[in-house]
Each structure stands twice: as structure tokens, then as C-alpha cells.
């Protein structure tokens, strides 16, 4: 392509390091689409004849229709997927070919493709998110009343509901695809007719490939356009926080579906044997799901790196871009996929989970806040009452409500009849009535809210 001002050839290495075909062909069918906005605006300009541009459209859907029916050919000499589709395209239909790089560089194509695939990867993405969402206020319906121990620490805390913390997960995919959308809005400005850095001396209108693209408006800096990788990191971080809360919920089946827990029998199918010992059914989905965060990270790391401190405009480290970012989106297509059939064929064990609630004193504290309430002690003294509670029961082998009211009266006699509507796991859940809070009421209330924001979003 620039063999005017070169006697030799480039040695075997160049070629090696210098290609990216064997990556950048992911984005062939955004190049051909960003070569065909292109080349209707040249024709529109009368930059090009309406014939050359016919030919090159046309010419353009048969390279299409090859890579579709045979994939791309991967010619390192050709470079990367702008130099294999130009030379496929002058295969087909001969010198015409060549006009369809007036007033373009590979430098403003690159960038122009890659905003497209993002903004795919993007809406891909957030589908397969949305679709997690249904799954998680679906099982968070079910289980709006099912007592489990609430953790801190991974500490019997309080008791919350199955559904409450399932709800926890679709609040945090709420706000990754918030981040999504922010990246999406960013995003959607069009570099192409920047040119290789300065913009051209052609007459363009890049409003006009803009919108033929799909994007809001044209980029404003043609410096800007061609080294801006912003739009590549954000989609990245947000990708990166997203498989974050992933691991997170990967990390709860784990523990749950342990057998001291035994919190959650995972399908046939969510879940592998050993080779060795027949009782085996490891949670391998899910551990992979929690892996993965971390491969995540390190691509979102690795175009932090590439970008650090490049001068303006257009650098050859920018064409290690891609693989990061490809390789992110694949691992969180997966994990997304994973966790929605995990959730979606969960067995939960609602009786475990409350045996486990009841034996771990979990309603400590609604005994300190009725001694608070009905018995006027301040908070400090409760807390200091019901330890004394908390040691007599745990001495005794018994629930808090398995206690006698002679025994509870034997810590302190302030204490009457009344204090057993609120140690059992069921009062304290129904009595966190707060906005917000677990009650399974609040629960019922926030799927339904979840559900009327979607719709009215949809
Ligand atoms: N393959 C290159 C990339 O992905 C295309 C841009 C090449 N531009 C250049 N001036 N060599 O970044």
C-alpha cells in the first residue's frame, strides 16, 4: 500500500509484530460499514462518480458476503482488516477500489470501527444483563418471605430474606448498566473524516457519515478523534465492575451450595463431577465466573497501560486495543450467561437456610431493640442485657425463643411475655419494615417497583 517510497520488503518479524489481522478481523463488518457510509458520502460530495461509488458498493457486499460464506483470509503482508478488505474489494472490482480511500485514514477507519463494535458490544451486553435482572426479581418474588441468615463478617448477623438478597444483586446490575448507558452516550460521536490527524482539504460532510453510522454527531478534534480510546476503557471499567458483582454472587453460590451450608442444591446442569469422588458436585460455573473477574481486571489494566502517556496523535501501541477489550467481552458474555442459569435453575433450600437463621441467634438485636422500646433501657444496657441472653442460651444449647420466660427474667426481670413476638427469625424480618429494609412486604414492593421502572423504560 505505500510501496512508492520503499525498495525493500518488511523482514519476517515486522510483518509479525506490525499485523493485526489475526484480531482486528472481528471488526469486519463494521469496517464495511463504516466504508460504505463513507463512500456514499464521497459520491454525495462529487468527490467520487456515482458509478465508482456504485461499484465500490456493491463490490463491498460481495467482500461481505466472502467473509460471511469463508471468513477472512489472514494476510499478515495485508496488515490488519482496513488493507485486507481494500485489497479483497480490488480483487472484485479492479483500480475503481482505490477511490474509496480519498479523504480517510486507517487512523480515523480504526477508531470509526471500533466505536461500532463497542456500541454493539455494548447493547449485547446489556441484554444479557437485563435478562439476569428478569431471572434475579423472579426468584426474589419466590422467595420474599424465605428466612436466611443475613452475614457480616460471614458472621450470623440478622435475619434477612432469600429474596432481599437476591435484590441486593439486581440493584447492582441496575447501576452496571447504568454505567453501560453513560459509556453508550459518550460514546456515540463519529471520527470518521478526521483523517489520519489533521482532517482533510476534501469537501466531507461528516454530518452526513455520522448519521448514516448511527452516531449523535460527528467527533469535534480531529487530534482527538483518531487517539481517543476513552470510549474503548470505559466500556472496560464498566465491564470490569459488572464481572465484579458477578464474582461476588458466583462467590455466594459457592458457599452456598458447600455442604455446611447447603444452602442451594445447583441443576445437573450448573454443575460438575470429580473423577475421583463420586459424592462431587462442585460448583465449576460459578468458581470459573469468579475467576474470570479477575482475567476482567487484567484487560481493563492492560489498556490502561497501552494508553498511558502516548503524545497526539495516533500511535502504533494503539492497535493493542483490541485484544484486551475482545477478550473481556467474550469472558463476560459467559459469566453473564452462567450466573443467569445458575440463578434461574437454583434449588434453593428455604428450610436450611431458616434452620441455619434460628440456630445462629440472629435476632439478638431484636431482642436489645425491644428492651430499648418497651423496657426504656438505653441501647448501650440492651446490648449488654442480651449479650447475658445470648451466653445463657447458647449455655443451654436453645434458641433465644427456646428460652423460658423464667430464664429470661432470670438475666433481668424487666423483660415479660410480650418479648417473644419478636425473637422468632419470622417477626424480626416482618419487623424491618424501613425503606429498603427486608421485610418481606418491602421485598414484594421492590420487585414490583423494579418491574414498573423496566416497563416504563422498555
Ligand atoms: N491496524 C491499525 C490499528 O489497529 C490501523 C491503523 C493503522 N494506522 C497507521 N497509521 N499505521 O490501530
Sequence with gaps: MWGGRFAEGPSAVMREINASIPFDKRLWRHDIAGSKAHVAMLAQQGIVSATDAEA????????????????VPEDLALEDIHMVTEKTLAEKIGPAAGRLHTARSRNDQVA???????RDAIDELDAGLSALQDTLLARAEEHAASVMPGFTHLQSA?????????????????????????????????????AALAGTGFAIDREATAAALGFDRPTRNSLDSVSDRDFALEYLTAVTQASLHLSRLAEEFVIWASQPFGFVALSDQWSTGSSIMPQKRNPDAAE?????????????????????????????DMQDDKPPVFEAHDLIALAVAAMTGMVESARFRADRMRALAEAGFATATDLADWLVREAGLPFREAHHVTGRVVAEAEKRGVALDGLTLEQLRAVDERIDARVFDVLSVDASVASRTSFGGTAPERVREAVSTARKNRGERA
Excluded at 482475567?295 to 502504533?316: D, F, Q, V, W
Design 56 to 71: 465500490i458498493t456493491r463490490g463491498l457486499d460481495a467482500v461481505a458476503a466472502d467473509y460471511e460464506a469463508r471468513g
Design 112 to 118: 470509526t470501527d471500533f466505536k461500532l463494535w463497542t
Design 158 to 194: 440478622q435475619p434477612v430474606t432469600l429474596g432481599h438478597h437476591l435484590m441486593a444483586y439486581y440493584e447492582m446490575i441496575a447501576r452496571d448498566r447504568g454505567r453501560l448507558a453513560d459509556a453508550r452516550r459518550r460514546l456515540n460521536e463519529c471520527p470518521l473524516g478526521a
Design 288 to 316: 470459573l465466573v469468579r475467576g474470570h473477574a479477575g482475567r476482567i481486571a487484567g484487560c481493563c489494566t492492560a489498556l490502561m497501560m497501552t494508553m498511558k502517556g502516548l503524545p497526539l496523535a495516533y500511535s502504533k
